[in-house]
């Protein structure tokens, strides 16, 4: 880490309109705006926060995403000065379309870029999207971030990758509905005490369909400690902790030296 802690993150819980670009981003918007105002370094954004469960016009999406919102953001971000992690239908360069997490950061560059390696099919990921091939870190000035969507959150070796390489924190946006609210809850704090790190889930609200979204964006550290967390609304919750609190707890209780990589591999 080369920069001076606190960090400071804004989780921008909304409810997300299906196919309803301008509602969407006039709420993101707002938002980076009240961001700024409060400090915030990083800003994440709920999944397909953009036009939500559109698959069925996913090829519209990506060219919107692509041309229009992307740049939207960039700009957003340089003119707030923080970092903005959203995720879109993005075209992929080996076809079709994925759901992609785009880190912009404050000079409005990307830098990172996921595509979500588990498919949903409940909500028909499976068939409208194209899963990712790679996880992904980005580099950031307080540490390593290990990205991540959603549905992700259930496969624990994506994370134990994660601390392998280094990473301080993971980061989830999420559309994750009711009834599960106990299985994100506990599987966000089993993700962080189990690897040692920060977990930064946002999460919408609002329904769709026959899915009603509960929220409960929230940051768990290391300990399995809630930093901060919101309830069933709309909000901006900002949440400020000292990352370098993650490497204190390596080192006082050094769990991660323990691990049997000559036994079972990574």
């Given at each position: 880490?080369?920069?001076?802690?606190?960090?400071?993150?804004g989780?921008?819980?909304f409810?997300v309109?299906?196919?309803?670009?301008?509602?969407?981003?006039?709420?993101?918007s707002?938002?980076?705006?009240?961001?700024?105002a409060?400090?915030?370094?990083?800003?994440?954004?709920?999944?397909?926060?953009?036009?939500?469960?559109?698959?069925?016009?996913?090829?519209?999406?990506?060219?919107?995403?692509?041309?229009?919102?992307?740049?939207?953001?960039s700009?957003?971000?340089?003119?707030?000065?923080?970092?903005?992690?959203?995720?879109?239908?993005?075209?992929?360069a080996?076809?079709g379309?994925?759901?992609?997490l785009?880190?912009?950061?404050?000079t409005?560059?990307e830098?990172?870029r996921?595509?979500?390696?588990?498919?949903?099919?409940?909500?028909?990921?499976?068939?409208?999207?194209?899963?990712?091939?790679?996880?992904?870190?980005?580099?950031?000035p307080?540490g390593?971030?290990g990205?991540?969507?959603?549905?992700?959150l259930?496969?624990?070796?994506?994370?134990?990758?994660?601390?392998?390489?280094?990473?301080?924190?993971?980061?989830?946006?999420?559309?994750?509905?009711?009834?599960?609210?106990?299985?994100y809850?506990?599987?966000?704090?089993?993700?962080?005490?189990e690897?040692?790190?920060?977990?930064?889930?946002?999460?919408?609200v609002?329904?769709?369909?026959?899915?009603h979204?509960?929220?409960?964006?929230?940051?768990?550290?290391?300990?399995?400690?809630?930093?901060c967390?919101?309830?069933?609304?709309?909000?901006?919750?900002?949440?400020?902790?000292?990352?370098?609190?993650?490497?204190?707890?390596?080192?006082?209780?050094?769990v991660?030296?323990?691990?049997?990589?000559?036994?079972?591999?990574?």
């Amino acid at each position: 880490m080369s920069r001076d802690l606190p960090l400071t993150v804004g989780l921008l819980q909304f409810d997300v309109r299906k196919g309803a670009l301008t509602a969407n981003m006039d709420a993101v918007s707002a938002g980076v705006k009240d961001a700024a105002a409060r400090g915030v370094d990083w800003l994440l954004l709920p999944e397909l926060f953009s036009g939500s469960y559109d698959l069925e016009n996913a090829a519209r999406w990506g060219e919107i995403n692509e041309t229009d919102v992307l740049p939207t953001l960039s700009r957003m971000a340089v003119e707030n000065r923080l970092a903005i992690i959203g995720t879109y239908i993005l075209p992929l360069a080996s076809g079709g379309y994925g759901n992609t997490l785009i880190w912009i950061d404050a000079t409005g560059s990307e830098t990172g870029r996921y595509t979500k390696l588990h498919r949903f099919r409940p909500m028909d990921e499976d068939k409208y999207l194209t899963p990712g091939n790679a996880p992904v870190i980005t580099q950031t000035p307080y540490g390593a971030v290990g990205l991540s969507i959603c549905y992700d959150l259930r496969f624990p070796e994506l994370y134990r990758f994660y601390l392998s390489e280094g990473a301080l924190f993971a980061v989830l946006p999420s559309q994750w509905p009711r009834p599960r609210l106990k299985h994100y809850e506990t599987l966000i704090r089993a993700r962080a005490i189990e690897n040692q790190m920060a977990m930064i889930a946002v999460n919408r609200v609002g329904t769709e369909g026959n899915n009603h979204f509960f929220g409960h964006s929230m940051i768990v550290d290391p300990w399995g400690e809630t930093i901060c967390s919101a309830r069933d609304e709309e909000i901006l919750l900002v949440c400020m902790f000292d990352a370098a609190d993650i490497l204190k707890i390596r080192r006082d209780f050094p769990v991660i030296d323990d691990i049997r990589h000559d036994v079972i591999k990574r």
